[in-house]
């Protein structure tokens, strides 16, 4: 069987799934509202103390469907994931770019690169504005981090806040994908950064990686009906597969 294949067998449901991609990914749907998100926002609440909105900010918006008041939000939306959009939605438009949402998924410990908010603008994209994201994207975003940081910190196990290619393939493996060693060096090379020392992912790293796999994965899956770990794919659609992954977010 090929290295990927036991990621999606349906022979092989014991295996734990990577989290999965947006509906507009061609994923099936999940819930996205069911969590609250993983870590509070102090940072944001830090950095911004002096221009929280107006407690009008929220009610302006009112629509008795949506959770506190805030129209794209579905009922049960956990406050904290409503705050943090809101928080960093500076001009109350309804959607928040790139930086907005760097602002938004970094805290007092960890700031996410500029590159991996491009790439979760590209997977988790308004179908209405393909540069920013609305309330509905948001919170799908803070729910996928939230599963992502749990595979994180399990295959973490000196808890140092780092992962290496070994925890790294353990962690793979974990989530159905049994990478060969080829494959994990090529992508784990691509966080060398030529100090001499060991290279190791951060959380921002480790999910860039994660969904840029589990992306391209899901591609091949379309291209591979029975599963067998192999496709025949013209020119073309090779290129419309991958060039997306590279050019998106770079």
Known sequence: MSSYTRSYS????????????PDSFDQQDHSYYSSPP???SDYIRQQ????????????????SEYSYGYSGFAQGTHPDV???FQMVDSDRSGYIDENELQLALSSGYQRFNIRT????????????????????EFAALWSCLDQWRVIFERYDKDRSGKIDLFEL????????YAMPPSVLKVLIS???DESGRKIE???DNFVECGTILKGLTEKFKQKDSRYTGTATINYDEFMSMLIPFLVSYD
């Open 48 to 63: 911004q103390q002096q221009h929280q909105p107006p407690p009008s900010y929220a009610a302006g918006y009112g629509q």
């Open 117 to 136: 908010i491009r790439l979760l603008i590209f997977l988790f994209k308004n179908p209405n504005d393909p540069l920013r994201i609305g309330p509905k």
């Open 82 to 84: 409503i705050r943090s």
């Open 38 to 40: 993983p870590h509070p």
């Open 201 to 203: 992912l951060n959380f």
């Open 10 to 21: 349906s022979q092989q449901s014991y295996a734990p799934s990577a989290p999965s991609l």
């Open 169 to 176: 393939r353990d962690a793979l493996y974990g989530i159905g």
């Open 190 to 192: 691509k966080y060398d």
